[in-house]
């Protein structure tokens, strides 16, 4: 029992390592003085110039600024349709329809990205002869594809989420004579608020971090920050690039580190109210 | 009246997003099959129409020749068996370095456990083009890992570690890692300990307990873990793009070449459609046991 767990112990540290190395070199490079990335030029060093040629990128903040709005968009959208499409699948039971929903909510989170991306261009094209919308590609294009791939994450979080809980609230409220849609905002919303919530983060992160799928749709105009990052890594390392990846890694772990008091603040905040609720029973 | 409302709104909630997903993720699927089944042409749209009119009527046109090109031409073939040969060493290299973490995750103090957990996603939610990317620093001639090994006197020349198979496995197993040990945690965690104790008690030694007992256990975690790492590694297009060989491509790498240089629809449709059925079982597979996973709740 003992030597295995060692073995298991000694490879979680070293897979830890592994999984922060990289992210750990990336930012301590972003001092650097030299123009050579990995050698590390201890005379003029650290330094903040490559900040300071980022806030000066127009290319870059145009771009992340463009990521930005359509991630608000696409997670905004997502959650509410994830939040459907969980919905149904937890709570409705036998529906006619209800296979296929299921296929295409876990499908796109496996799917290769590259065919994603092929299939809904292609859809573009076609809707664009057939309707004559959407003319080109571009942000709109991009924001509809992403709403899509990250609705499939959201239900699947939601889903799991009200498996979790039964039904027999939500059967209570309705036998008081609550109506379905006072049911859900007073008792269902509240209830799944943290998947809800944790959903939305996750969609707003894929649509800010995607490319492959972005690049079909994205057209010749609009250049989101992914995909500006890759032509520019694609041909070798650029210090102002490690200076961008710190800023992301330090926003992502603050914002981490928030929603995770958040989470655990009301969950505190529940296991309270029901030991009061327990307590007035007796 | 109640009940009426009751059924439509029902209706709506399950319609809409149905219907979404109908529009966006069903229909351009048919669409890239029925494209894969004409030809390529000097116009707009690049490829030939099902059906075409001769003298007022119409016939359908099916072409293969997207496909006979396909395997005819050996560097479609090789694509295709390179992607799946890394995919599969990569998802054998997650599950053999997932497994101990996830174990260890579960066998932890719950209070360490929920630190620990936060601490294998986080990096899941920092950029993963930025972390790949991060690996050519540490990979590169003059990179990292290379001077350090140089400095120490290990090596006395620097190894050639970018664009190698190497690389693509490193990339892979990195951004993948999560995928693994997420549902291997999430299945490990069930576990009942009074199970290895019977075990112990009747004598097993700790490997024995964790073949017989553990291990078994654990199957539907590591099928789980391995659909989760291996689909999208087939088709993966940045890492190898970043980090692997120039020589010999992966498959969604020739996709998106046959599409953006080649202007070749057909071809690029058909590429998709054969890396679709190669991955029809492994999809089936992940999405039961996707369903039995969410349904168990109840």
Same mark, same amino acid.
């Given at each position: 029992?003992?030597?295995?767990?060692?073995?298991?112990?000694?490879?979680?540290?070293?897979?830890?390592?592994?999984?922060?190395?990289?992210?750990?070199?990336?930012?301590?490079?972003?001092?650097?003085?030299?123009?050579?990335?990995?050698?590390?030029?201890?005379?003029?060093?650290?330094?903040?110039?490559?900040?300071?040629?980022?806030?000066?990128?127009?290319?870059?903040?145009?771009?992340?600024?463009?990521?930005?709005?359509?991630?608000?968009?696409?997670?905004?959208?997502a959650?509410?349709l994830g939040?459907l499409a969980?919905?149904a699948l937890?709570?409705?039971?036998?529906?006619?329809g209800?296979?296929l929903l299921a296929g295409m909510t876990t499908a796109p989170?496996?799917?290769?990205?590259?065919?994603t991306?092929?299939? /809904?261009? !292609?859809?573009? +094209? #076609?809707? %664009?002869? $057939?309707?004559?919308?959407?003319?080109?590609?571009?942000?709109?294009? &991009? =924001?509809?594809?992403?709403i899509t791939f990250c609705m499939a994450?959201?239900s699947?979080?939601?889903?799991?989420?009200?498996?979790?809980?039964?039904?027999?609230?939500?059967?209570?409220?309705?036998?008081?004579?609550?109506?379905?849609?006072?049911?859900?905002?007073?008792?269902?919303?509240? /209830?799944? !608020?943290?998947? +809800? #919530?944790? %959903?939305? $983060?996750?969609?707003?992160?894929?649509?800010?971090?995607?490319?492959? &799928? =972005?690049?079909?749709?994205?057209?010749?105009?609009?250049?989101?920050?992914?995909?500006?990052?890759?032509?520019?890594?694609?041909?070798?390392?650029?210090?102002?690039?490690?200076?961008?990846?710190?800023?992301?890694?330090?926003?992502?772990?603050?914002?981490?580190?928030?929603?995770?008091?958040?989470?655990?603040?009301?969950?505190?905040?529940?296991?309270?109210?029901?030991?009061?609720?327990?307590?007035?029973?007796? | 009246?109640?009940?009426?409302?009751?059924?439509?709104?029902?209706?709506?909630?399950a319609g809409i997003p149905l219907l979404w997903l109908l529009l966006l993720f069903l229909i351009p699927f048919?669409?890239?099959?029925?494209?894969?089944?004409?030809?390529?042409?000097?116009?707009?749209?690049?490829?030939?129409?099902?059906?075409?009119?001769?003298?007022?009527?119409?016939?359908?046109?099916?072409?293969?020749?997207?496909?006979?090109?396909?395997?005819?031409?050996?560097?479609?073939?090789?694509?295709?068996?390179?992607?799946?040969?890394?995919?599969?060493?990569?998802?054998?290299?997650?599950?053999?370095?997932?497994?101990?973490?996830?174990?260890?995750?579960?066998?932890?103090?719950?209070?360490?456990?929920?630190?620990?957990?936060?601490?294998?996603?986080?990096?899941?939610?920092?950029?993963?083009?930025?972390?790949?990317?991060?690996?050519?620093?540490?990979?590169?001639?003059?990179?990292?890992?290379?001077?350090?090994?140089?400095?120490?006197?290990?090596?006395?020349?620097?190894?050639?570690?970018?664009?190698?198979?190497?690389?693509?496995?490193?990339?892979?197993?990195?951004?993948?890692?999560?995928?693994?040990?997420?549902?291997?945690?999430?299945?490990?965690?069930?576990?009942?300990?009074?199970?290895?104790?019977?075990?112990?008690?009747?004598?097993?030694?700790?490997?024995?307990?964790?073949?017989?007992?553990?291990?078994?256990?654990?199957?539907?975690?590591?099928?789980?873990?391995?659909?989760?790492?291996?689909?999208?590694?087939?088709?993966?297009?940045?890492?190898?793009?970043?980090?692997?060989?120039?020589?010999?491509?992966?498959?969604?790498?020739?996709?998106?070449?046959?599409?953006?240089?080649?202007?070749?629809?057909?071809?690029?449709?058909?590429?998709?459609?054969?890396?679709?059925?190669?991955?029809?079982?492994?999809?089936?597979?992940?999405?039961?046991?996707?369903?039995?996973?969410?349904?168990?709740?109840?």
């Amino acid at each position: 029992m003992r030597s295995r767990g060692v073995f298991a112990r000694s490879m979680l540290v070293l897979g830890l390592v592994f999984l922060y190395v990289p992210i750990a070199s990336m930012m301590v490079f972003s001092f650097n003085n030299s123009r050579l990335v990995t050698v590390w030029d201890a005379a003029h060093s650290p330094t903040l110039k490559w900040y300071q040629a980022l806030l000066g990128n127009e290319q870059i903040l145009g771009a992340a600024f463009l990521s930005i709005r359509i991630a608000l968009i696409s997670a905004t959208a997502a959650v509410v349709l994830g939040t459907l499409a969980g919905m149904a699948l937890a709570r409705f039971g036998p529906f006619r329809g209800r296979l296929l929903l299921a296929g295409m909510t876990t499908a796109p989170i496996v799917m290769p990205e590259v065919i994603t991306g092929l299939s /809904l261009l !292609l859809l573009f +094209v #076609a809707l %664009g002869q $057939l309707i004559g919308w959407p003319r080109g590609a571009g942000a709109v294009t &991009i =924001t509809l594809a992403h709403i899509t791939f990250c609705m499939a994450y959201v239900s699947v979080v939601v889903q799991s989420r009200l498996a979790g809980f039964d039904e027999s609230l939500e059967e209570a409220a309705m036998d008081l004579g609550a109506r379905p849609l006072t049911v859900f905002g007073r008792i269902t919303l509240p /209830l799944i !608020l943290p998947a +809800v #919530a944790s %959903g939305w $983060l996750l969609a707003f992160t894929l649509s800010w971090d995607d490319l492959v &799928i =972005t690049q079909f749709v994205a057209g010749p105009g609009s250049s989101t920050l992914p995909m500006v990052i890759f032509s520019k890594v694609r041909f070798g390392v650029t210090p102002d690039i490690n200076a961008l990846a710190t800023i992301m890694v330090l926003i992502v772990a603050s914002g981490i580190a928030l929603s995770t008091v958040w989470m655990r603040h009301r969950e505190r905040r529940r296991e309270r109210d029901l030991q009061l609720a327990a307590a007035a029973n007796l | 009246m109640a009940l009426l409302t009751q059924a439509s709104g029902r209706r709506l909630v399950a319609g809409i997003p149905l219907l979404w997903l109908l529009l966006l993720f069903l229909i351009p699927f048919l669409i890239v099959f029925r494209i894969s089944f004409s030809e390529v042409r000097l116009a707009i749209p690049p490829y030939t129409p099902l059906i075409s009119w001769h003298h007022g009527t119409p016939s359908l046109e099916l072409h293969t020749s997207a496909y006979s090109f396909l395997f005819t031409d050996p560097l479609y073939v090789s694509s295709y068996l390179y992607s799946l040969k890394v995919a599969a060493v990569s998802t054998l290299c997650c599950l053999l370095i997932g497994y101990p973490m996830a174990y260890a995750i579960a066998h932890a103090r719950a209070a360490t456990r929920s630190v620990l957990l936060m601490l294998v996603v986080l990096p899941f939610w920092t950029s993963f083009l930025l972390r790949v990317y991060a690996w050519i620093g540490l990979l590169k001639n003059n990179g990292v890992i290379n001077n350090v090994l140089l400095y120490l006197g290990v090596i006395h020349q620097p190894l050639a570690l970018l664009q190698t198979d190497f690389a693509v496995y490193i990339g892979i197993v990195y951004s993948y890692l999560p995928f693994m040990i997420l549902p291997l945690y999430t299945n490990l965690e069930k576990h009942d300990p009074t199970l290895l104790e019977a075990a112990a008690d009747l004598g097993a030694r700790p490997l024995r307990a964790f073949l017989a007992v553990t291990l078994p256990q654990s199957a539907a975690g590591i099928l789980a873990g391995s659909l989760l790492v291996f689909i999208p590694a087939v088709g993966e297009y940045v890492i190898p793009t970043l980090l692997g060989r120039t020589d010999q491509l992966m498959i969604g790498r020739v996709l998106s070449d046959e599409f953006f240089e080649n202007r070749d629809w057909p071809v690029a449709s058909a590429v998709a459609i054969v890396v679709l059925l190669l991955l029809v079982v492994p999809i089936i597979l992940f999405q039961r046991l996707e369903r039995r996973e969410l349904e168990a709740g109840k």
